[in-house]
């Protein structure tokens, strides 16, 4: 079975653009969540949809979107992009099951550069 | 909230020393808990879960037990490799009234690595 898969793999932007980054499940998953990755606060979550709706948020700001298609792939935008949006953003799927017990898979992650 | 604190790193051993990685945890509910791997350049994979108070989750020479009774997930290795070396997150998931869906919580990361 294929694994999660995001792309693009790298971006460059500067500030003040928005950007949008894909996310397409394993086969059969329902649930993607998005977490971004820095040096300086680790791993954090964004949010995550089901079924086309988002069910949780992190503490982000409102520049932070996401959506989810009827197939499960998922998108995130972040717009007005502000350097220190530059992260790896890393998606994950999972079937759900509908507990705590769900193991979320990761894809590579897009790395985003803002100058 | 909930919260995961894992040791500080950056971790150095020669290979086939014994290794272990601290992880403490503080949750509402009953969480289940995971060790993930990520290599330079890539995203996280899983390593092993755990589920239940007691569970040992195994996989490639590494084992964690959750206990409890000191919120701990402990993450050890008998010998390990140079292909060990990589940074090891643990963390836990916790639906605690429905309010955590899709959300695992990390620790800070742990930089392993391990020389011939």
């Known amino acids: 079975k294929a694994g999660v898969t995001q792309t693009p793999r790298y971006l460059i932007k500067t500030r003040g653009q928005q950007v949008t980054l894909s996310c397409s499940p394993i086969?059969?998953?329902?649930?993607v969540s998005w977490y971004q990755q820095t040096p300086g606060q680790g791993l954090q979550f964004l949010f995550e949809?089901?079924?086309?709706?988002?069910?949780n948020k992190g503490n982000f700001p409102g520049r932070f979107s996401g959506r989810q298609f009827s197939n499960s792939r998922s998108e995130m935008n972040v717009s007005t992009l502000e350097l220190g949006d530059s992260a790896l953003y890393l998606c994950?799927?999972?079937?759900?099951?509908?507990?705590?017990?769900?193991?979320?898979?990761f894809g590579p992650g897009t790395r985003l550069t803002v100058l | 909230g909930d919260s995961v604190t894992q040791m500080e790193g950056p971790v150095t051993l020669s290979e086939e020393a014994f290794l272990t990685i601290n992880c403490t945890y503080t949750?509402?509910?009953?969480?289940?808990l995971f060790w993930y791997v990520q290599y330079p350049g890539e995203g996280l994979q899983l390593l092993l879960k755990?589920?239940?108070?007691?569970d040992k989750g195994s996989n490639k020479g590494f084992e964690a037990t959750y206990r409890k009774e000191t919120t701990s997930f402990h993450l050890e290795k008998g010998s390990v490799q140079v292909s060990d070396s990589a940074v090891y997150f643990c963390?836990?998931?916790?639906?605690?009234?429905?309010?955590?869906?899709?959300?695992?919580?990390f620790g800070q990361g742990t930089i392993l690595t391990v020389h011939p």
């Open positions: 949809y089901f079924s086309e709706t988002q069910r």
């Open positions: 994950a799927s999972s079937l759900p099951s509908g507990g705590s017990t769900d193991t979320q898979y």
């Open positions: 755990a589920t239940k108070a007691d």
């Open positions: 949750a509402t509910g009953y969480p289940s």
């Open positions: 086969s059969g998953h329902r649930s």
């Open positions: 963390a836990l998931s916790d639906h605690a009234g429905g309010t955590s869906y899709g959300k695992l919580t």
